[in-house]
């Protein structure tokens, strides 16, 4: 079982509609991040967040620490929004390394 | 630039070829990390450098990966012998540790996409 796993793989929702992406994971962390890669592009960091929630702009992240679950959720969707969403946590060791999910792949249509 | 470069942004070789790829942290990160993404797959950690002290290694595949850093700059990351299977992309972050000993936001550089042939 993978560390921490990302719900759902894909994700096809029409322009305006609200969107959740879910992240379980198994070990203890210090830190949670969502992470944004776009076709071709490289990687953005979207947050970074070890208790309650973060907003920026129509993107809020959440996260339960006692059920090991964190929420990306994106409000008013648009076809930019169209990338793979990446949850990593880190766990803690004195290296700051991240564990990642494997992304869930998001296309907004027109 | 401000943000983290790497180079070269795509790299051609043919199996059985040594490889070097190069990393420019954002300037005052001490931390700097390599990850691996390989076509479909989620990314995996290679190695970590913090300022002087010795390197986390625990990441890397195999003996034929090894990785330099000078002080807190450049890094590279070197494949020898190159495999299809190290076909990949490998991706540089860099990151400010904080005096309490945690860590801040990690900055991806672009990538460099690697093919083995």
Known sequence: KNEVEQSPQNLTAQEGEFITINCSYSVGISALHWL?????????????LSSGK???GRLIATINIQE????LHITASHPRDSAVYICAVDHGGSQGNLIFGKGTKLSVKP | GAGVSQS?????????KDVELRCDPISGHTALYWYRQRLGQGLEFLIYFQGNSAPDKSGLPSDRFSAERTGESVSTLTIQRTQQEDSAVYLCASSFRRSSGGYNEQFFGPGTRLTVL
């Open chain 1, 68 to 71: 090991k679950h964190s929420s």
């Open chain 2, 8 to 16: 070269p942004s795509n790299k051609v070789t043919e199996k059985g």
């Open chain 1, 36 to 48: 944004q890669q776009h076709p071709g592009g490289g990687i953005v960091s979207l947050f970074m």
């Open chain 1, 54 to 56: 973060k907003k920026h």
